[in-house]
């Protein structure tokens, strides 16, 4: 499990905790937030710090908070004995991300390990009157902890077969185009319908994403016979050009592989063929392609 350490730094002693009998679920409320935030909340509230242990964010890093033997501050009536894990978003009104239930799976069943007097996975209004972690919270699959075997992954991730590769289900076609290019740096393997498949957690810039085995093996695209600039048509013969480009370090703005040859694909070629010596004119022809291919190789 891997487990980031933000470096908090608590306004005096943190006591210990006497039990731990069970984990307490919850939600931060808000659509977007890191753990150095939700400590200068709570320290802001005149508490300690941060009241959580842990900090599970969409992109699916998870954080520590409190140190894990210690009293948390995160639910009345349920501190004394409990580990407190937060996740970022307003699951009154939105759906989880793949990658963070997956990783709030893996923390329940890393944190169980560590503790075998845990007898209880609990939402934090099972203890205090509250709408925590909210309605859309996916408790039951969280509370299971790490999918193991067909039936406990197929309940998560379903494979889509009109798509190329096993798209994240809920991510766009450019954003999986995008993620498809990018490099991974750390994969899980689940179950689809009984096979192994590994997902491989992609990072391009500060985005990341899941993309399955199948998904990185190359690009989808056929590679145009004409010449692609900007304002041409939109297409897969932009996307060719748009996925080496990603796949070859040059950022093409946050629209990602969208077939839409606008501004910053334009400015990634002129990047691109700087780099590389060719004529710097924007234009994806003959040489610039197979600089691309020798590019990505
Ligand atoms: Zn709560």
Redesign the pocket.
Known sequence: MNIKNANLKFAGSLSKRAKTTAIVL?HAAASKCSVQEVHSWHLSNGWKGIGYHFFVRKDGSVWQGRPIDRLGA??KNGNSYSIGVCFEGDYTRETMPAAQLAAGQELVSYIKGKYPSISKILK?KDVTA?S??GDKFPFTQIAAGKPSGASAASATIKADNNCPVYAHPTASAARVATMQAGTSYSYKSVYIGGDKVKWYLVKVGNATGWVSEKALRGCPYTEPKITVYKGCPRGDNVKWAQWHLVRAGYDIGKSGIDGSFGPATDAAVERFQRAKKLQVDGRVGPATRKALKEAVK
């Open positions: 919850h995160h639910a934090h509250t925590c972690p």
